[in-house]
């Protein structure tokens, strides 16, 4: 069973950035985040193969967020851009063993999840 460490959360203004890491152990999977604000469902956000050499992103966060990782590192990342107050939420990792998928029912682990904050 892989574990899932997310880190990088935080408090940003409008415009600003963050970066979320996500530090696996135990294999290396095909890796996603999510996030879910108060009062609405777990969305997807973006998805990235085991060699990184494919991505998929909800069209809410395309030409802002990336993700990307360092196999080496065993840690997946989300460069979060151009933030908005509707990107507030807690943002989790998940690891899923085929395809990249939006399907949260894919993924078997789940980090613990980090906030992440976007004042106006």
């Known amino acids: 069973q892989v574990q899932l460490v997310e880190y990088g959360g935080g408090l940003v203004q409008t415009g600003g950035s963050l970066r979320l890491s996500c530090a696996a152990s135990?294999?290396?999977?095909?890796m996603g985040w999510f996030r879910h604000a108060p009062g609405k469902e777990r969305d997807f956000v973006a998805a990235?193969?085991?060699?990184?050499?494919?991505?998929h992103y909800a069209d809410s966060v395309k030409d802002r967020f990336t993700i990307s990782r360092d196999n080496v590192k065993n840690t997946v990342y989300l460069q979060m851009s151009s933030l908005k107050p509707e990107d507030t939420a807690v943002y989790y990792c998940a690891a899923a063993r085929d395809v990249v998928t939006v399907k949260p029912t894919l993924y078997h682990s789940w980090g613990q999840g980090t906030q992440v904050t976007v004042s106006a």
């Open positions: 135990g294999g290396t999977y095909v």
């Open positions: 990235i193969s085991r060699d990184g050499g494919y991505m």
